[in-house]
C-alpha cells in the first residue's frame, strides 16, 4: 500500500474557493487526469484532476468547502498503480500557474512542504471564458467544465443555446451531469421535430411591475400541457389556412324545425352536430385529410376510422374531447354526445381516453363570434376546421338577378402543408359548402 494525500495544486490568485461539485467517492479507482472535483471563484470554474492513477481510500473534502492552494482533498492508494507522468498539453494556455495538484506522500511527516511532481501536468485546465460562457442574449449556463465537457460529448454545444435551456438542479441553479441526462432524455422523448433546436433568440425578462401595477396568477395544468403541445405543433406542422363560406340557410331552417323533436328525445341539436356530419364525408372523400405523418416522416398513415374531436372551451382551459365513429352515428347521437363531453369537461371528469385517437378536430367559436380565425392543428392530425359566427349576408341569387339573404357560416380550415396540397385544401372546404348547402346530400 502507498498512500498519498493529494493536495489542491496552485491555482493562481484563486484563494478559499467554493468546492462545487466532487466527482469521485472512497473506494474508486482513478485513472491519471480523471476530474476529482470543481471549484468555483466568483470569476471561473475549474476541475482539479487526479495527477496519477490509484483507488480513493478517504476524501477530506465535501461540497460547499473553501480550498486554496496545498489544502487536503484526499488520500490516493497508488500501489499497483504506474505513476506515470500525465504528458496532456493545457487547453488554456493563457491560464497560469499550472493548476497540477500537489501530492503529499504519507508518510513521511517530515516532509512539510508538498511534493509537486513538475512533469504532471492536468489534462484539464480551467477556462475562465468557457466556464461561464453566454449566448448571445441569453443568460449565462452555470455549470462546471467536466459538465461542459460531458455535455459536449454528448452533442450540446456548451458555449451555446442548448446548455442554457437546461435546468440547474444544483445550488444557485448550477447544472450537474444529471441534469443533462435528464435534459437529454426529455428531448429524444418529445416527438420527432421538437428535439431540434430553432435556435432562437430567448424572450427577454422583463419586469413589468416596473411599468404600472400587476398581478401575477399560476397558469392552470390544462393551460400548461395544452400550451406546450400547441407551440410544438405551430412550430413543427406549417400551417397554411383555407377561408371559405357555406350557405347553411335551409341547414338553420331545418336544425330549427327539429329542435321540438330533439329536446323531446333530450337533445339539443346543434350546428356543430350536422358539422360533424359534413366533415366526415369531407373526410372519405379526401383521405389524406383523415391521416398522419409517420413518426420517421416518410410515409403517410391512412386512418379508416372517423374520430372527430372538437375544442372545448372550459374554465380551466382547451379541452379536445373526441367522439368516435361519427360515420356510425347519426346527427342525434352526435348531439347527445357533444352535449356530455362538454359537460364532462367542464366538469373536469372527462377520462384520457375520451380525448385520444381523433383523426380531425372542429373548433367552434360560432357561439361566441368573430368573422375567421386560424385554428392551430392538433397534431399528429393533419387538418382542423374552424367555424366562426355564422351570418345574413347578401348573395347574389343563382338566377343571377337579385340579392337574396342568406346564412352564411365561415370555415377555417387550417392544414399541414407537409401533408395536403392548397389545391385539396380548397377542395375540402368546397366539398364542405356542398354538403352544407344541402345536408340531404349526406345521405347518398
Ligand atoms: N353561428 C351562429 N351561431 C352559432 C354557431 C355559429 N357558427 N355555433 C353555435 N351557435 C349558437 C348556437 O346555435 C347556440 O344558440 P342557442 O343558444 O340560441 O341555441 C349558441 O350559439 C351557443 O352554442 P354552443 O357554443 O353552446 O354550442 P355548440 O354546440 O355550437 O358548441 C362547444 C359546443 C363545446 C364547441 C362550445 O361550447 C365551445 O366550447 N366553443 C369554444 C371552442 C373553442 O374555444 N375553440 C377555440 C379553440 S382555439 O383556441
Redesign the pocket.
Known amino acids: 500500500m502507498s498512500i498519498k494525500e493529494i493536495l489542491v495544486p496552485d491555482i493562481g490568485s484563486f484563494k478559499d474557493v467554493e468546492i462545487i461539485e466532487i466527482m469521485v467517492k472512497v473506494g474508486d479507482t482513478l485513472a491519471a487526469d480523471d476530474s476529482i472535483m470543481t471549484v468555483e471563484s466568483d470569476k471561473a470554474a475549474m476541475d482539479i484532476p487526479a495527477p496519477f492513477a490509484g483507488t480513493v481510500t478517504e476524501l477530506r473534502i465535501k461540497v460547499g468547502d473553501k480550498v486554496s492552494a496545498g489544502s487536503a482533498i484526499l488520500m490516493l492508494d497508488t500501489a499497483g498503480e504506474a505513476v506515470a507522468s500525465t504528458t496532456s498539453a493545457p487547453v488554456v494556455k493563457s491560464f497560469t500557474p499550472a493548476a497540477t495538484p500537489m501530492v503529499a506522500n504519507v508518510p513521511p511527516p517530515t516532509h512539510p512542504a508538498p511534493e509537486v511532481p513538475a512533469h504532471i501536468a492536468p489534462k484539464h485546465r480551467p477556462d475562465p471564458v468557457a466556464a461561464h460562457a453566454e449566448f448571445a442574449g441569453g443568460k449565462p449556463a452555470h455549470a462546471s467544465p467536466s459538465v461542459r465537457r460531458f455535455a459536449r460529448e454528448l452533442g450540446i454545444h456548451p458555449g451555446g443555446a442548448e446548455l442554457s435551456r437546461i435546468k440547474g438542479s444544483g445550488p444557485r441553479g448550477r447544472i450537474l451531469k444529471e441534469d443533462v441526462q435528464e435534459w437529454i432524455k426529455a428531448e429524444l422523448a418529445k416527438p420527432t421535430g421538437e428535439a431540434i433546436g430553432l435556435g432562437l433568440t430567448p424572450a427577454p425578462v422583463i419586469d413589468f411591475a416596473k411599468f404600472g401595477e400587476i398581478d401575477t396568477q399560476p397558469l392552470s395544468r390544462i393551460k400548461k400541457l395544452s400550451g406546450a403541445n400547441l407551440h410544438r405543433n405551430w412550430v413543427t406542422a406549417p400551417h397554411v389556412t383555407q377561408f371559405d363560406e357555406a350557405d347553411i340557410t335551409e341547414l338553420e331552417d331545418f336544425r330549427k324545425s327539429m329542435l321540438d323533436e330533439a329536446a323531446r328525445r333530450g337533445v339539443k341539436l ?3 352536430a350536422f358539422l360533424m356530419k359534413a366533415v366526415v364525408n369531407a373526410l372519405r372523400n379526401y383521405p389524406t385529410f383523415n391521416a398522419s405523418l409517420a413518426a420517421d416522416g416518410e410515409s403517410l398513415v391512412l386512418k379508416k376510422y372517423f374520430h372527430v374531436g ?4 372550459t374554465p380551466d382551459g ?1 379541452v379536445v374531447p373526441v367522439i368516435r365513429d361519427v360515420n356510425k352515428k347519426d346527427v342525434m347521437d352526435i348531439a347527445r354526445e ?1 352535449a356530455e363531453l ?1 359537460e364532462l369537461a367542464r366538469e373536469r371528469k372527462l377520462k384520457v381516453d375520451a380525448m385520444t385517437g381523433g383523426c380531425f378536430t372542429i ?6 363570434g368573430g368573422t375567421a380565425f386560424t ?1 392551430i392543428i392538433n397534431c399528429p392530425e393533419v387538418a382542423i376546421l374552424g ?4 351570418d345574413w349576408k347578401p348573395v347574389w341569387n343563382k338566377a343571377g338577378k337579385t340579392f337574396e339573404p342568406r346564412l352564411m ?1 365561415p370555415l377555417s380550415l387550417s392544414y399541414d402543408h407537409r401533408v395536403i396540397d392548397g389545391a385539396d385544401g380548397a377542395r375540402f372546404t368546397s366539398h364542405l359548402r356542398l354538403m352544407l348547402s344541402d345536408v340531404r346530400r349526406l345521405l347518398l
Open positions: 346543434t350546428l356543430l372538437f375544442a372545448c372551451d382547451l357533444l362538454s373548433s367552434s367559436l360560432g357561439g361566441i385554428p367555424l366562426s359566427r355564422a357560416l
